[in-house]
């Protein structure tokens, strides 16, 4: 009479460690990948991806264990795999991610061991080995994943599609290149520009990053073509070359809008995309070389994120073209680069024309003082940012001047 509890206590434990497996997942991504990955990496860069596969798994794991069932390395695998897979494609190295696996398990076992009470050490027992097998599946998924992964025919295509778009941009030749990458070649492509707007990375995790945005935005223009997509990406920037055959001839302008905000969200920064479509095979250099210059247009011009036409900055465009005009035009602003402060004045008044309140605030100043400012940009340029005409002409020389600053030196 003096003991109340069943004669199994295994449903009393998982049920307590299933209660409480939200909070085990978090603790066991924190002692895990958050312990051994590069402290370069942005906080949440695993709880996307990692997270719902450790609770998933973890409660299946759980319920198969209440119910004396054997948890198969086959549903092991299933959780497992295809996010190690991702990592092994990122390159993360698979010492640290064996390590970070160990510490996870280390976790479990602590938060057991907190629940469990001194008479089901039994169960506890049980429930460790049953853990220790988990554990033994989960390594053998990922060691395997990883070499499937560095030996797989589908990584030399992926090159190839690269190396395929490559030679298309730079007007090479490119029957072979397709074969290898197992792609027909197309009479005309949709030729589209990709631009991050974010200061150059460094550290051990800048790599990584590279990797992971690559992957994201080949799974994104795979599944918006229905099809392997040539492209070109160093993670800040590159050229995708979109077939126009009957899969996407019926893409329009708002699935390229769409995908312009999804590559924001996915990788934190303002993305620009650029679109250029019914391109000949023959002209996909010269309308690759000016989507990439409309995405910097965009960007300098402090344009919001998203996806432009050639139509949405068709007087930038045009001011920025060689010759005689352009060196004139940049050299209009050659008397300001001495002063960063009217330089910063004019690109604040040029975004928020005549709300000079709003201008004087985002650059921390009092409306006078910017105002001032102004008067000195007229003085030295000759050219008043208070005038419609004027304003037009200082912005599209600073324009030109970013993009071509050597030129403006001379």
């Known amino acids: 009479m003096l003991v109340e509890h069943p004669v199994s206590a295994s449903p009393t434990l998982t049920t307590r460690l299933l209660t409480r497996w939200p909070q085990i997942a978090e603790r066991i991504l924190a002692d895990g990948l958050g312990a051994t990955a590069p402290a370069e990496l942005p906080a949440d860069h695993f709880t996307a991806e990692v997270l719902p596969t450790i609770y998933a798994c973890g409660r299946a794991v759980l319920e198969a264990i209440a119910a004396d069932r054997e948890f198969t390395y086959a549903e092991v695998s299933a959780f497992v795999a295809p996010v190690a897979e991702r990592h092994a494609e990122d390159r993360l190295p698979l010492p640290m991610l064996v390590s970070a696996i160990h510490g996870s ?41 990883y070499t499937e992964v560095e030996q797989s025919i589908y990584h030399a295509e992926r090159e190839a599609r690269r190396e395929l778009c490559s030679a298309l941009v730079r007007g090479l030749p490119a029957e072979e290149l397709a074969a290898r990458a197992d792609t027909i070649l197309a009479e005309q492509y949709t030729v589209l520009a990709i631009h991050l707007s974010e200061p150059p990375r460094t550290g051990s995790a800048a790599n990584l990053m590279t990797r992971r945005r690559i992957r994201v935005l080949q799974r994104a223009l795979d599944e918006l073509t229905g099809t392997t997509t040539p492209a070109t990406f160093d993670g800040a920037s590159g050229i995708a070359l979109l077939s126009n055959n009957s899969e996407t001839e019926v893409l329009d302008a708002q699935r390229f809008d769409d995908l312009a905000t999804l590559l924001s969200e996915q990788f934190g920064v303002t993305v620009y995309l650029a679109e250029f479509s019914g391109v000949s095979r023959e002209a996909i250099p010269a309308a690759a070389k000016d989507a990439s210059e409309l995405t910097e247009l965009a960007r300098l011009r402090g344009r919001p994120g998203g996806c432009y036409r050639l139509d949405d900055l068709l007087l930038e465009y045009q001011l920025t073209r ?62 008043d940012p208070a005038d419609p005409t004027d304003s037009r002409m200082l912005a599209a020389a600073l ?7 050597q030129r403006a030196e001379e």
């Open 399 to 405: 324009t030109v001047h970013r993009l071509h600053p």
């Open 322 to 383: 060689p010759g005689p005009a352009r060196e004139r035009l940049a050299q209009r602003v050659i008397p300001l680069l001495s002063s960063p402060h009217l330089i910063e004045a004019l690109e604040a008044h040029l975004r928020h024309g005549a709300d000079r309140k709003t201008a004087s605030r985002r650059i921390h100043v009092h409306p006078n003082t910017f105002t001032y400012r102004l008067r000195r940009i007229a003085e030295v340029t000759g050219l």
């Open 105 to 145: 398990a280390q976790a479990v076992l602590a938060e057991a061991s907190a629940l469990a009470d001194p008479t089901e050490m039994g169960e506890f027992l049980r429930v460790f080995g049953r853990l220790l097998e988990l554990l033994r599946h989960i390594n053998m998924t990922v060691v395997e994943t």
